[in-house]
């Protein structure tokens, strides 16, 4: 398993997300990539079904790897969402 750090680079990134990710606007997920949920989302709507494909396609989770869990979070929501039965 890949050790989560947080080098100088990584916190001067977020410090930056968290002062120009204005109030209303979509949660960045991915700090070291500058991806924010909307980005994301439509990554899992497409297709991406896992890390490794979600890495592939934007470079989510692909640095540090803090984001891993939050975004195998999404992808599994998404996931049961489209397995739910539609509402009668
Ligand atoms: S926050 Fe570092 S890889 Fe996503």
Redesign the pocket.
């Known amino acids: 398993m890949r050790r989560v750090g947080c080098s100088d680079s990584?916190r001067t990134k977020m410090k930056s997300s968290f002062i120009f990710n204005p109030p209303g606007a979509p949660m960045i997920v991915?700090?070291?990539?500058g991806l924010n949920e909307r980005r994301i989302r439509e990554q899992i709507a497409a297709g991406c079904g896992n890390l490794r494909e979600l890495g592939r396609k934007c470079g989510?989770?692909?640095?540090?790897?803090?984001?891993s869990k939050t975004l195998l979070r999404m992808i599994e929501t998404q996931r049961s969402t489209d397995q739910a039965p539609p509402a009668r």
């Open positions: 990584v991915c700090v070291c990539e989510a989770g692909t640095q540090c790897g803090a984001c």
